[in-house]
Each structure stands twice: as C-alpha cells, then as structure tokens.
C-alpha cells in the first residue's frame, strides 16, 4: 500500500504505552508524522512545541485528564482537530463521558476498543475539513 508521506501530524495522547505505540504505527503506516504523550499536560507542553494538526485523546489519564486536555486544546489550538476515545468508567455510562467530551469542544468521538479503520476514516475527514464522525 503506498500512503503519502505529508498526511498530517497527529498527537497521541493515551497513558497505556501499548495503546500509544500500537496507533503510533497504525498512523505512520497510514503516512501522518505522529507524536505521543502520557497525559494531557505533557501533550500541551508537545502542541506548542510542534503543533499537530489532529490529536486523539483518552478520558481517563492522571496528572491532566482527557476533559481538561480538550479544553485547553481548544483554548489555546481552536483549529486543531480533536478526537476523543474512551472505554467508559466506573460511575458515568460510556456515552456520558463522550458527551462531556463533545461539549468540552471535541471534533468526534470513538469508543474503545476502537476500530482502525473507522478512526482513519474520521482523520480523514476532519483534517480534510469536515466534523464529525464520517458517512458510513
């Protein structure tokens, strides 16, 4: 499969390393440039130093959570596209935590275990200059 080399850079931001390295691949092999980090607060720290055109985030990670990460993305990047994923929690329903996700100023939302296909698709799309998910 031939992919470009200038796709786009993303931003993984996951705080499971396996979680990270195996979309890392996927990406790269899809031909986006790709940068990961542990938690919200070391992705900020990574958007001003090389901003990344899109960045997939989980929920739930210490030191700053997916929520705060999105809010601050969108704060201080408005133009970067913002996927967010989550597997659920333990008190709030899954969806609930997506929502939050959506009104915190998130592009689009995956739920865990994600399908590659369908989070390559929505790239796509947003980085193409759509939002939301993409048409089936």
């Known amino acids: 499969m031939t992919t470009k080399a200038s796709a ?39 958007q001003h130093s090389r901003p990344a055109d899109a960045v997939v985030t989980d929920i739930f990670m210490p030191v700053a959570d997916g929520i705060e990460t999105i809010r601050g993305l969108r704060t ?17 329903g899954n969806e609930t935590y997506l929502a939050v996700a959506l009104a915190a100023g998130a592009d689009a939302v995956l739920r865990k275990p994600m399908d590659f296909d369908e989070l390559l698709a929505m790239l796509k799309k947003l980085l193409a200059g759509h939002s939301g998910p993409p048409d089936p």
């Open 8 to 46: 786009g850079r993303i931003l993984i931001v996951d705080d499971d390393a396996d979680t990270r390295e195996s979309l890392k691949v996927l990406l790269e092999t899809a031909g986006y440039e790709v940068e990961v980090a542990p938690n919200g607060s070391r992705a900020l720290r990574l």
């Open 76 to 92: 201080e990047f408005p133009d970067v596209r913002i996927i967010a994923v989550s597997a659920g929690g333990r008190s709030v």
